[in-house]
């Protein structure tokens, strides 16, 4: 078995494992909550820390918040590997 065959079947068990590496296309992230919510009417809009990736909910201490972060739809987020906080703030 060659090297690049290899390779190649290594790239497809980890997309088969987790589909976000799967999908190279980028999360739009806005600068505006009503940006956000035009882009996805039917989803919950979150605040995602871009630099840890824990997204944070209307009404949390950290929504909107934080240094780095941009308005996301919840599914967009989950789909981009982000996660939800896990202390409430």
């Known amino acids: 078995m060659s090297l690049k065959s290899i390779v ?4 497809l068990f980890v997309s088969a494992l987790c589909p976000a590496y799967a999908n190279p296309t980028p999360v ?3 600068q505006s909550e009503q940006q956000a919510q ?3 009417p039917h989803d919950a809009v979150v605040w995602v820390n871009t630099k840890t990736g824990v997204y944070h909910l209307k009404g ?8 780095d972060g941009a308005y996301v739809c919840r599914k967009e987020a ?3 590997g982000d996660r939800v ?3 409430g703030q």
């Open 60 to 67: 949390e201490r950290w929504y909107g918040a934080t240094k």
């Open 38 to 40: 035009q882009h996805c």
């Open 8 to 11: 190649l079947a290594a790239a």
């Open 78 to 80: 989950d789909a981009e």
């Open 28 to 30: 739009p992230h806005f």
């Open 85 to 87: 906080t896990r202390n």
